[in-house]
Structure formats: C-alpha cells, structure tokens
C-alpha cells in the first residue's frame, strides 16, 4: 500500500515536471533554443495566482486565468525582446541571453514581493479521495494536477497535429528556410509557440505551488532545472517524450528517496539520465537524426 | 613622467589629510558608545534581523533615557550573506564602531567574527548559533544556544516532559544548523526515555515533496517528529502531513520561530505544534510584559524570540559596560579587554528577557535554562512540563 501511495505521489510530481518539460520541448522543437528562463515564468505564474485570489479577492479558477494571460503575454515580450533580435546569432548566444532573462525576472521578483516567502493557498479545495479504509489517501492536488496533464498534453498534440498554427510550427521545426519559402510567417509561428509554452507555465506553476505551498522568488528554478532534464530524459522536441520524461523522472525520485536513501535521491534521478542518454542519446522517445556533415 | 611624480605625491598628500581627517571627530567623540548591529533587514531571513534590529533600538533608547553609559545605534543589512555582511562590518568600522550586535545568522557570523576578532572588537551575537561563531575566539560571545546545545536541550526536554516515545526526525543534511542540531539530538537521545525509529533528510534542492519523509515516520509508528530545521520547510511539512492525514506532534528548535508570521500561512496548521525557544512572549513576569507590550505598540506585532535576543544583547552589554567602567573615548580594543574580563567573571550574570542568571564561559558560550513553546489558537504558549 505504501508502494502504490509512494507511486502516486511520484506520478502526481512528474506531471507538473511534464507540464513544465512540455513548455521547454515545444520551444526547443520549433525555435531550436533551450529558454532556460522558463521556470522563472513559473514562478511569475504562481505569484500571479497568489496575488489574484490574496489580495483582489477572485475565485482560484479566474486566479489561474489571469496567471495564464499574464504568462502569455510575459513569454511574447521576452521572446521579442530578448530573442528575436539574436534569431540568427550563434546558439551559445542565445543560451546565455536565456539565462540572464531568467536572472532578471528572479531579481525583478525579489524586489516586488521580496524574499519573504509566501505561503500558497491551494486553489483546489474538494476533499481528498480516501481508498481501502482510508489506507491509501490521494489528495485533490494530486488528482487534478494529473488530470491537468493529461488533458494539456492531448490537447497540445491535437493542436500540433490538426490546427493550421500546428502545421506551421511542424514545418518550422523541420525546415526554417524552406517553411518561410512556402510562406510560413517564422517569427509568428515562435511568438504561438512561446505564448503557449509560458501559457503552460502558468499552470504549472499554480499546481507546483499548491501542491507544494511555499511561493519564493526562486521557487520555479529548481523545477525548471529538473523538467529541463525531464524533456531531454523524454527526447527533446517531443511532446509524448516530454510528457514520459517527467513523470518517470518524478516517480523515480520518489521512489529512489523511499527505497533507496533519501539522502541521494537527486543523485540517483541524474544517474538514471546519464545511463539513459548513454543508451539512447537522443533521449526515450527522441528522433534519429544523423548530423550532416 | 615627471608629472605623474607630481601627481603621485599630490595623491598621497591628499589619502594623508583624508587618514587624519577620520582620526579628528572620533578623538574628541562625547562619551557615547558606538554599537554597531548587523542581521539581515531584507530577504529571506529578514524577519530574524528585523526583529532583533527593532529590539535593539528599543533597548537603546531605554538605556539612554536611564542617563549614565549613552549608546548610539547603527544597524546594517546583511541579507543573510556571508559576503554582505563583512562590507556591512568594513561599514561599521569606519563609521567608528566600539561594539557589535551581530550577526544575527549563523553562516555569515562565522566569517564576521573572524574579522572581529582580528580587530579586537567585542562582539555578542544574539542568535548566530553555531559553536563556530565563538571558537577559538576570545572577544566573540553568544546570547542564544549553541546548535548542539539545543539538541541536547531538545533530547532532555522530550525526555522530562514524556512527549513522545517514538520519535522520527526530518533533518537538513545540506545545512550545519540542523545537521548540528541532529547530531547531538541523536547521541542524547541514547540513554533516554524514547527511541528514535526513524531519520530522513531532504536538501534545499529537495525540499518540496515530504511524502516520502511522512510516510516512513508514519509506518515506523513516530508519535512525534523532531524537525531541527527553518520555517520554510517546516510549513511544507505541516502542510503535507496535514494532507495525508497524518497528525503526530511536532517538536522544532529556534528555526521553526516565524512560521506564525509567514504571509498568508494557515496557522491552524501549526496548532499544538511544540518549539524550544528561550522566550516566551506571554509570560508574566514583569520584564516579559514591560517588553511585549512597548514592542507592539512601537512596532505593532508581537515580539518573536530574535526581539528577546536583541534586546538582551543591548542590556548585557549595558550591565557589563557599567561594571568595567567603559567610556566613549576609549578604543574599541580597550573596551574589548574590558568587557571580556567582566564577561567571563564568575560574579557576572545578567537577567534577561531570554533567561534568568545568565552567565557566559571563556569559550564564548551562554548558559541559561531553555522554555518548551506550544502554538494554542496562533499564538505562542508557554508549554507546562509534563503535558
């Protein structure tokens, strides 16, 4: 019984990994840049949803809207004015611009709320489900945190497979000049893409902090980190691969601090990685590519 | 090359008068003692700072009513970094400190009284806990525990007030407060009435999901766990504890000081939670409530044990100023002989909000007898023995 309770708290941890990781692959997939500055919309997110539902008083459903606009509008004007303008520079370049926009909205975070933590309320309130006598207690976060999951990431391949956008961003992610040849609109199809991918943000963000209620400037980094590992554990560029990268990296860090030590849980999530990758290096569900030489 | 030569010596002329320009006013400064405090005033662990910096001013103001030994007050930022902290001391220095209040936390008062010592300036921290702030140190004091004395103090507390026979711990392993902490918990513990039947960790990195550390306290049977660790963590505890239905005591040291004043926590969460702090704010002696009440009014909210340190720190180094006759012309390193000698007498003691006869040893290391805490209805109790 402790098992199955152990697993599902892993599960219900690796979707908001995999809710996180989604946001990473679909950026990676398109605008091929790693935006490392995506776990700090997380946060933003959170904060967003903490305000909202604190402070004005909304009901925790239109919390997590506002924090979904805000996010999406949050990623369109980073996208605009932190990576447009190096659309064509060297990859590193990119990578440590990222890097630096996610030390700017910590730091912009730290000096509008301060770094005084926060406690989140959860914005899921039903009552926890109790299975066997009570015996197995899985609670209402956890549920609708996994339910969350699956929707987005049927809803994300849906958008990806059947909408025109979708289209366009398969096309920009096999073939950048040859999409814009055909009269795809590039910059258009990365803007959609970061919207969404900041949109997602948000949701994970007020599930991590509900689930996990302490609301800290540096709250989204380490979860970024972890479901950056998610999406490249999975294959990046994947959605599936994303979606199976963070739920397997939650259960065996569960798992690992249960059976194994608790000491090295962290250690044995990144070991795993480092086999896997060793294995397959392009990830569990990543694409063959071979590189041209 | 011939004006550089000039220029040089221009420089040199100017740094000279400069040097000689910060001797003046201190020489022939009134008799005004300069204290110097540092602790963290914003960040993370800026309720600890705030709380003994607003204290500290109280207790100044006080004494300087009372006429006699004058203090003047300068109280820096450290945000809880080591690095911060020295520039807040260099800070002080030339602002021309004679004492210090500080620090305020453990890790950057380990690299502060480093400096301190090497200035001769004397120092007592009020809660910068671990035994390295004062080791080796002759001129470094404390007025809170040692990390491993609150251990011990822990261990013998849970023992004499039966509290639990079975108890778990979830400790910081990342941290050298509760890895100390633990450690002597842990070897007190042997010979006590109560096993310990369960030890997990977590890191900063890990301190989100608890489940696991829950779940195996709740199979080994724990009807209480210690948690040496920080607020923060500790209300992500209560939290999932609370969620999975599980409800055992819960018994914290001096870190767990705050979760009450956490923004927007759910402090039924906390309810009949149990801490070992040396203050209690609704006591009623007469000091205790002379105090509590000119806090809030002044700063409106009650004062937390960090207040009671500050406060104690300013009126320890009053008492002991008094007896070694210092005075505001001396040198920093004058005063320091002065205030060790007294301060490691066997006839001094000094009676604060945060203990009765307090006394110090050469180590730097306050005695003093601890208070058991429990959280009734959002406020702090004190806890009766044997309950």
């Not at chain 1, 976060?141 to 391949?157: E, F, P, R």
């Not at chain 2, 100390?180 to 310990?196: C, H, L, P, Q, V």
């Not at chain 2, 890191?203 to 306290?217: G, I, K, P, R």
Request: charged letters at 15%; hydrophobic letters at 45%; a negative charge.
């Amino acid at each position: 019984m402790s098992f199955l309770s152990y697993l599902i708290s892993g599960i219900s941890l690796g979707s908001i990994y995999a809710i996180i990781a989604l946001g990473y692959t679909m950026v990676y997939g398109i605008a091929k840049m790693l935006n490392f500055a995506h776990g700090d919309v997380i946060m933003v997110g959170g904060y967003m949803s903490f305000m909202a539902t604190s402070y004005m008083g909304w009901s925790p459903v239109a919390s997590v809207f506002l924090a979904m606009a805000v996010c999406t509008l949050l990623g369109i004007i980073i996208e605009r004015l932190a990576y447009k303008p190096l659309r064509n520079a060297t990859s590193l370049a990119v990578l440590i611009t990222a890097i630096g926009v996610s030390y700017f909205l910590q730091n912009i975070a730290l000096l509008i709320w301060s770094s005084n933590p926060k406690s989140f309320t959860s914005i899921v309130s039903f009552d926890s489900l109790r299975l066997f006598d009570g015996q197995l207690i899985i609670s209402s976060v956890t549920l609708v945190t996994i339910a969350a999951c699956i929707v987005i990431v049927c809803g994300l391949t849906a958008i990806v497979r059947y909408s025109k956008i979708g289209k366009a961003m398969r096309a920009v992610s096999e073939d950048k000049e040859a999409a814009q040849l055909m009269g795809i609109d590039i910059n258009q199809t990365i803007s959609v893409t970061f919207a969404i991918g900041s949109g997602l943000a948000a949701v994970a963000g007020v599930l991590l902090c509900s689930a996990y209620p302490l609301l800290m400037p540096t709250v989204g980094a380490m979860p970024g980190i972890k479901a950056f590992t998610a999406a490249v554990f999975g294959g990046i560029g994947s959605i599936p691969g994303a979606m199976l990268g963070g739920i397997l990296l939650g259960v065996i860090e569960i798992l690992g601090k249960a059976y194994i030590s608790t000491e090295l849980s962290d250690a044995i999530v990144f070991s795993v990685l480092i086999i896997v990758l060793l294995v397959r290096p392009t990830g569990l569900l990543g694409k063959k590519i071979s590189e041209k030489v | 090359m011939k004006k550089y030569r000039i220029l040089c010596m221009a420089l040199a002329l100017v740094m000279g008068l400069a040097v000689l320009a910060g001797c003046g006013p201190q020489a022939t400064q009134s008799t005004t003692i300069k204290i110097g405090g540092i602790g963290p005033l914003t960040g993370g662990a800026a309720t600890y700072g705030t709380s003994v910096a607003n204290a500290a001013k109280l207790a100044v103001e006080e004494i300087n009513a009372l006429g006699g030994l004058q203090f003047e007050l300068n109280f820096q930022d450290d945000e809880h970094d080591a690095e911060k902290s020295v520039n807040a001391y260099n800070t002080l220095k030339d602002w021309g400190m004679q004492v210090l209040c500080g620090t305020v936390t453990t890790t950057p008062g380990v690299a502060v009284s480093a400096e301190a010592y090497a200035d001769r300036i004397f120092t007592l921290t009020p809660s910068a806990s671990s035994p390295k702030v004062v080791e080796g140190k002759d001129n470094i004091f404390q007025l809170c525990f040692t990390d491993p004395n609150q251990g011990i103090a822990s261990a013998q507390y849970i023992a004499e007030a039966s509290l639990g026979t079975k108890i778990a711990v979830i400790y910081n392993n990342a941290d050298a407060y509760s890895t100390g902490i633990y450690e002597k918990f842990a070897s007190e513990a042997k010979d006590k009435n109560f096993t310990i039947v369960n030890v997990t960790t977590f890191t900063d990195d890990t301190a989100t999901d608890f489940n696991v550390q829950l779940s195996e306290a709740r199979n080994a049977g724990a009807d209480l766990i210690f948690l040496p660790i920080y607020y923060q963590p500790a209300s992500l505890i209560l939290t999932q504890a609370d969620a999975m239905g599980y409800k055992p005591k819960f018994f914290g040291v001096d870190g767990m000081d705050g979760i009450l004043t956490m923004e927007n926590f759910n402090t039924e969460l906390a309810e009949g939670v149990m801490l070992l702090t040396p203050f209690a704010p609704d006591a009623g002696d007469e000091k205790t409530v002379a105090f509590v009440n000119k806090y809030k009014e002044r700063f409106g909210e009650t004062p937390n044990q960090f207040a009671a340190d500050g406060y104690d720190v300013i009126y320890a180094i009053y008492e002991a100023g008094k007896k070694a006759g210092i005075k505001g012309d001396m040198s920093a390193k004058d005063i320091c002989d002065k205030l060790i000698k007294v301060f490691t007498s066997s006839d001094f003691s000094v009676d604060g909000l945060t203990g009765e006869n307090m006394t110090w040893s050469t180590s730097g290391e306050v005695s003093k007898a601890p208070k058991g805490m429990v959280i009734e209805n959002g406020v702090y109790v004190g806890m009766q023995s044997g309950k």
